[in-house]
Structure formats: C-alpha cells, structure tokens
C-alpha cells in the first residue's frame, strides 16, 4: 500500500521531516541532491535521529555519534545496520510502499 508523504516540489537540500504510519517512525531527508527514507531510530540504542548532523550520505545519532550511510544504513561503529527504504513516487508526490 502506497503511503504519500510529500509534495516533490517541497523537496530541497537540508530537507528533513519525521512521518509516523502506524508504529512506524520515518524520516524523509534530501541531502546532496539525493532523496532518502530511513527508519526514525538510530540501531544502537534506538534514539531518534531526527536531528542528526547529515552530510554527504552520512546521518550521525545526536546520543552517542554513531554515523550510518543513508545509502546502506552500514556503520563502521554498530553492527545493525540502520533500516532504509525505498522512496516510491506517485504523481507530483514521494512515499513509501508498506
């Protein structure tokens, strides 16, 4: 099932916006040109990331510092990886597919 999160033209670099489906906590971030979807928790003790420092792909926990590829979600420091999702569109509108 298609869930609309936000207008695309809304989208810009610094863009960042937590959404909740069900229990579900996402983050939508556009970094870099770049449009990614990650779970809202940081794997190592499940802090939120919404203001997390991002840069260049990188999201880093705002608790303990921990940096994870939003690409991936691989981190050098933590062995779960962070849970990323694809990003599906639908007309002029990003989402996710749940």
């Known amino acids: ?17 937590a959404f909740k489906i069900g229990r579900m906590e996402l983050l939508l971030i556009q970094d870099e040109g770049r449009t990614y979807l ?7 003790m499940e802090a939120p990331l919404t203001y997390g420092a991002v840069r260049q792909g990188i999201i880093r926990c705002p608790m303990h510092g921990l940096e994870f590829s939003l690409l991936n979600g691989r ?14 569109y639908e007309g002029n509108v990003i989402g996710v597919v749940l």
């Open 1 to 17: 099932m298609f869930y609309p999160l936000e207008k695309l033209h809304l989208l810009h670099d610094g863009y960042r916006r």
């Open 38 to 44: 990650i779970e809202n928790r940081c794997p190592h």
């Open 75 to 88: 981190s050098s420091a933590c062995a779960t990886p962070l849970k990323t999702l694809m990003p599906a």
